[in-house]
């Protein structure tokens, strides 16, 4: 009797912990995040995307307002066409809009980042964001510093 009471206790906290990593998991995803409801796309074109993946966040002033829905390449531009969809509750930012790639931290994810400018036409279904600015890498920063450094 008392051997079955031990059994079935350490069944339940092998059931909780497995929970509990499930639960863990499905946060750090961003699944939770991805029911964003009715949306309208835009557009960006990126000479380098750097590791930016479909579902990273759009953030205006580091507040979330849609998601990366696709990342393509574009044979006749010859760059990445980046497909962003954003809220319709965020339906006010302006036609001359900046869409900058950025990451969290130094080595954490890449999101892109909008900055509104000032124009009075507004954002629609289906527009290109025109202003844009790649991925910053990091490899790349690293080789320009060491060939100055060796040009002292």
Same mark, same amino acid.
């Given at each position: %009797?008392? %051997? ?7 069944? *339940? ?18 699944? +939770?995040?991805?029911?964003? @409801?009715?949306?309208? !796309?835009? +557009? #960006? ?6 590791? =930016?993946?479909?579902? #990273? /966040?759009?953030?205006?002033? @580091? *507040?979330?307002? @849609? ?7 574009? /044979? !006749? ?19 001359? +809009? ?7 931290? =130094?080595?954490? !994810? ?5 900055? /509104? ?5 507004? =954002? ?22 060491? +060939? ?5």
């Amino acid at each position: %009797m008392k %051997m079955r009471f031990v059994e079935l206790a350490v069944g *339940v906290f092998v059931l909780l912990g497995v929970a509990a990593l499930f639960y863990l998991a499905v946060q750090v995803s961003n699944i +939770t995040d991805y029911r964003d @409801g009715d949306t309208y !796309e835009v +557009t #960006a074109y990126f000479s380098n995307v750097g590791g =930016l993946k479909v579902r #990273a /966040p759009v953030n205006i002033s @580091g *507040v979330r307002v @849609g998601r990366v829905a696709d990342i393509r390449y574009d /044979p !006749e531009a010859f760059e990445a066409k980046v497909t962003l969809a954003i809220r319709s509750e965020h339906d006010y930012l302006p036609a001359d +809009t900046q869409a900058s790639i950025h990451t969290a931290g =130094l080595l954490g !994810e890449q999101y892109v980042a909008l900055e /509104p400018g000032g124009d009075y036409d507004t =954002l629609q279904d289906g527009d290109r964001i025109l202003f844009t600015q790649s991925a910053v890498v990091l490899e790349n920063l690293i080789g320009r510093f060491m +060939t100055n450094m060796g040009d002292d």
